[in-house]
């Protein structure tokens, strides 16, 4: 019998999975690009004799306007490879890669939201408290780690924080498991930002708790993101949730044909209690992420804990988001320290990027990981679509002769994302990376960690999407005795993977790594 549910479980599981890709098909990109291509061909065609009468002046005209459209492209701020991508598709198809490109840096559907965030992250800045002496104090500690936090605060106002334990989950399971005795002793208020929110046994153990809470006078908030009105929840979900005392939204709702799943999505995971504790890392609010639900295999993610002044960093971003489009942005009330701090060691640096500032916080961390390790870098991303850059800090990092290793999927949760992943494997072989494939099933966290001193735990996979695209949120960890953990999760993780040999790439995944190679001209679009 309960291997019959199982299966009932899996098959409605799929089934779901879809109906999830039509939905995206229809309300994504996919769509207009569709619509796109059509139009392109019909113009070819549907004109053809009037063409060939006018050949030289059509090819003249079409050469200066792709010219043209080609110089405009090139002189954007965008990321190197995101320019070739467009440069390519506007050369091969003029009118489609003009009216594709138009449609999506317009981005009609999320420009007032983009000014009234912007707004609000500016305004947040207020309120980051003085760290003079403490910023003095890891001069003398770390210089590298101060020229960071320099830049963390003059690029996005995010403050270094000490006094604060640090706890490490290597599983979904163990987080919320933690997530619901925290719920419990919520005193105050509960803050909760997410990308996903799905109805079913994880949602509905927190729900039941957030109801609880409300009883008990607690104030509880509840944001997601516009997506999870496609594939998980209905259109008027807040509302349902505001009847029963919560206060919810749903940020940047997507709507078809103006705004697609791609654009400036809200990819962060925090959750806030009374100030004094937060959550982040990779873990959904959906029984995939703790293997209640099983699709893709086991579902290895991670997540932290952080419980004293840290966790003001977190209540910072939340109310980033959440007063976006408030017409009395209220913050203050919210900020202040816990009284009962721990006395710990080391240092916790939360922090968000935008993808509305044109600085690329989340891969300039990570770069600075790669290019400041001594002895190793252990990486886990469930996706691995590189720019130039990443690709390269990788490759040199190992040649120099530090210790880089990257823990991927084995069943992978998208072909594609699967296939542009392994067409690097060859680069990064050669230059001594060490990758291997989780085979239980799908790795989906976020995590470096390097030379026993430095770890980050967050959303930002190694994708255009998390780097460049979505709103994303991370602990920087330095020195924390958490580091001991993530280090033997590492370790435990890498036992229950395949390394990657030369066989592998050159003859297992050839099929994959030309897959991949035909998807690269197109990957920073996707």
């Given at each position: 019998m309960q291997r019959n549910?199982?299966?009932?479980?899996?098959?409605?599981s799929l089934i779901q999975s879809g109906r999830r890709?039509?939905?995206?098909?229809?309300?994504?990109?996919?769509?207009?690009?569709?619509?796109?291509?059509?139009l392109q061909f019909f113009l070819v065609?549907?004109?053809?004799?009037?063409?060939?009468?006018?050949?030289?002046?059509?090819?003249?005209?079409?050469?200066?306007?792709?010219?043209?459209?080609?110089?405009?492209?090139?002189?954007?701020?965008?990321n190197p490879s995101i320019k070739l991508s467009w440069s390519i598709i506007i050369a091969v198809l003029p009118v489609f890669g003009t009216l594709l490109y138009f449609f999506v840096q317009l981005d009609l559907g999320h420009r007032m939201v983009k000014k009234m965030v912007e707004s609000s992250i500016e305004e947040c800045?207020?309120?980051?408290?003085?760290?003079?002496?403490?910023?003095?104090?890891?001069?003398?500690?770390?210089?590298?780690?101060?020229?960071?936090?320099?830049?963390?605060?003059?690029?996005?106002?995010?403050?270094?924080?000490?006094?604060?334990?640090?706890?490490?989950?290597?599983?979904?399971?163990?987080?919320?498991?933690?997530?619901?005795?925290?719920?419990?002793?919520?005193?105050?208020?509960?803050?909760?930002?997410?990308?996903?929110?799905?109805?079913?046994?994880?949602?509905?153990?927190?729900?039941?708790?957030?109801?609880?809470?409300?009883?008990?006078?607690?104030?509880?908030?509840?944001?997601?993101?516009?997506?999870?009105?496609?594939?998980?929840?209905?259109?008027?979900?807040?509302?349902?949730?505001q009847r029963l005392g919560i206060q919810c939204k749903m940020f940047s709702p997507v709507r078809p044909f103006v705004s697609t799943y791609h654009n400036n999505r809200d990819h962060r995971k925090i959750l806030v209690v009374d100030g004094k504790v937060a959550f982040t890392g990779g873990i959904n609010l959906e029984d995939r992420y703790i293997n209640k639900e099983r699709v893709f295999g086991h579902w290895k993610d991670t997540a932290v804990m952080v419980q004293g002044e840290a966790a003001q960093g977190f209540t910072l971003m939340f109310l980033q988001m959440w007063?976006?489009?408030?017409?009395?942005?209220?913050?203050?009330?919210?900020?202040k320290l816990p009284e009962d701090v721990p006395v710990t060691d080391g240092f916790v640096l939360p922090y968000g990027d935008s993808p509305l500032d044109n600085e690329n916080v989340g891969e300039m961390v990570y770069l600075n990981i790669l290019n400041q390790a001594r002895d190793y870098v252990y990486i886990m991303t469930p996706y691995l679509i590189l720019d130039h850059e990443m690709l390269t800090a990788l490759c040199f990092a190992a040649r120099r002769g530090v210790d880089v290793r990257l823990i991927l999927p084995h069943i992978p949760d998208k072909k594609y994302a699967f296939a542009l992943a392994r067409s690097h494997?060859?680069?990064?072989?050669?230059?001594?990376?060490?990758?291997?494939?989780?085979?239980?099933?799908?790795?989906?966290?976020?995590?470096?960690?390097?030379?026993?001193?430095?770890?980050?735990?967050?959303?930002?996979?190694?994708?255009?999407?998390?780097?460049?695209?979505?709103?994303?949120?991370?602990?920087?960890?330095?020195?924390?005795?958490?580091?001991?953990?993530?280090?033997?999760?590492?370790?435990?993780?890498?036992?229950?993977?395949?390394?990657?040999?030369?066989?592998?790439?050159?003859?297992?995944?050839?099929?994959?790594?030309?897959?991949?190679?035909?998807?690269?001209?197109?990957?920073?679009?996707?």
């Open positions: 549910n199982s299966n009932h479980n899996e098959h409605n890709g039509i939905l995206r098909i229809i309300f994504g990109r996919s769509m207009v690009i569709l619509l796109l291509l059509v065609f549907a004109r053809l004799y009037d063409v060939f009468q006018d050949i030289p002046l059509l090819f003249g005209g079409v050469e200066i306007f792709t010219a043209i459209m080609l110089l405009h492209v090139l002189n954007t701020r965008d800045g207020k309120y980051a408290p003085d760290q003079t002496e403490l910023i003095g104090r890891l001069k003398h500690e770390d210089k590298n780690l101060a020229n960071l936090v320099h830049y963390m605060r003059h690029h996005g106002n995010f403050p270094i924080y000490t006094n604060t334990q640090v706890t490490y989950f290597p599983l979904g399971e163990d987080k919320f498991k933690q997530m619901l005795i925290q719920l419990e002793k919520a005193e105050k208020f509960i803050f909760m930002e997410y990308f996903i929110i799905a109805d079913g046994y994880m949602w509905q153990k927190i729900l039941d708790t957030l109801c609880r809470k409300v009883r008990q006078g607690v104030e509880v908030r509840v944001l997601y993101d516009g997506t999870a009105a496609i594939y998980n929840l209905p259109y008027g979900y807040p509302k349902q949730l007063n976006y489009n408030e017409k009395v942005r209220v913050f203050e009330p919210y900020l494997y060859g680069e990064l072989y050669e230059a001594g990376v060490k990758i291997y494939e989780y085979t239980p099933g799908f790795v989906h966290a976020k995590v470096f960690l390097s030379d026993d001193e430095h770890a980050v735990v967050g959303t930002i996979n190694l994708d255009y999407r998390s780097l460049y695209l979505h709103f994303e949120c991370a602990a920087y960890l330095y020195k924390v005795p958490a580091l001991a953990d993530i280090l033997a999760d590492f370790r435990k993780t890498m036992e229950k993977c395949h390394r990657i040999t030369r066989e592998d790439i050159q003859k297992r995944f050839f099929l994959y790594r030309l897959f991949g190679r035909l998807l690269k001209f197109i990957a920073p679009l996707m």
